[in-house]
């Protein structure tokens, strides 16, 4: 699986940003919440790719990574765009940004680049779990603003295309010993526990923020929407989530190849076909 690059810019409408989900604000602020960690995680993951390049002989691996660089940098630029809409919308994103840029800066300078490594792969399985559920439950994001929807599906479509890249590199770097898998396993754990309480705290940051989300209408369905047996987010994670934990893991035993044949569709919807912003 060879990622591709695809410069697209999505000309999000900033007017829509706190009510494009169709079914309540609590919900696109959950995915706001999300893309806040984006430009700044994407690059902590490039960086530590970065690190091991010159140590990688197989060069599909190398072009591998290249794309992948790619493909992160342009999602950092659209995400960066949609956080800059956030914070003109009045939402506190630049202080939660700070948040996740410290948290980054003092990993690059503590942990040991293995560690690092280690930590990236744990985050793209965690991306590429949450793209897997996107992608094959429509309900997720059925009936939200198009460019919203486009970008949400371009990102969790290139995160499912490169799900592979810094797991081979750690791969072939480290090798499959006990150590190696042992680092892995603490890279998940610790990136689980780290990660999703800050996504659940900036969550209600944001809904905190935003004067015109309901006090008190909307609570439920964004609980059934996270977290409902049948149709919530998180159960839906919890099996791939741990399937990282077996020895032998590899991101593509999940083989989710068949969802990549709706890429050429949303990049068509972009190429002029969506309406334009107001
Ligand atoms: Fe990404
Ligand atoms: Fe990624």
């Known amino acids: 699986m060879q990622p591709i690059r ?3 810019r999505f000309q999000l409408d900033p007017a829509r940003v706190c009510d494009w989900h ?9 995915y706001n919440a999300l893309s806040i960690f984006f ?28 794309a992948f660089i790619g493909q992160e940098a342009m999602h950092g630029r659209e995400h960066s765009d949609y956080n800059r ?9 630049q202080q939660l940004e700070g948040i996740v840029i410290r948290l980054l800066e003092r990993l690059k300078r503590r942990l040991p680049p293995q560690l690092q490594l280690s930590a990236t792969i744990a985050l793209e399985h965690l991306t590429a ?14 009936g939200a603003d198009p460019r919203y929807t486009a970008l949400w599906r371009w990102h969790a479509l290139e995160e499912t295309e490169h799900k592979a890249v810094a797991f081979d590199v750690y791969d072939s770097v480290f090798g499959r010993g006990v150590r190696a898998y042992v680092v892995r396993a603490i890279g998940l754990l610790g990136a689980s526990l780290v990660f999703w309480p800050l996504v659940f705290a900036f969550h209600l940051r944001l809904i905190a923020a935003d004067r015109k989300t309901p006090r008190l209408r909307g609570w439920g369905r964004m609980l059934a ?9 998180f159960p839906k ?12 893991f590899h991101p593509w035993d999940h083989d989710n190849r068949a969802l990549l044949r709706e890429v050429d569709a949303v ?12």
């Open 6 to 8: 695809r410069d697209i």
């Open 22 to 30: 169709p079914d309540d604000r609590k919900i696109t602020h959950f």
């Open 39 to 66: 430009p700044e995680g994407e690059r902590f993951f490039i960086h530590s790719v970065r690190h091991y390049r010159d140590r990688i002989a197989d060069p599909e691996l190398q072009a591998a990574v290249t």
């Open 85 to 93: 809409a956030l914070v003109e919308a009045g939402l506190p994103v």
């Open 129 to 142: 779990i949450m793209a897997d559920a996107l992608l094959r439950n429509p309900h997720f994001i059925e």
């Open 225 to 233: 929407f996270l977290y409902g047996p049948r149709r919530g987010l």
């Open 237 to 248: 994670l919890l099996r791939p989530w741990l399937d990282y934990f077996r020895p032998s």
């Open 267 to 278: 990049v068509a919807a972009v190429d002029g076909r969506l309406p334009a912003a107001a």
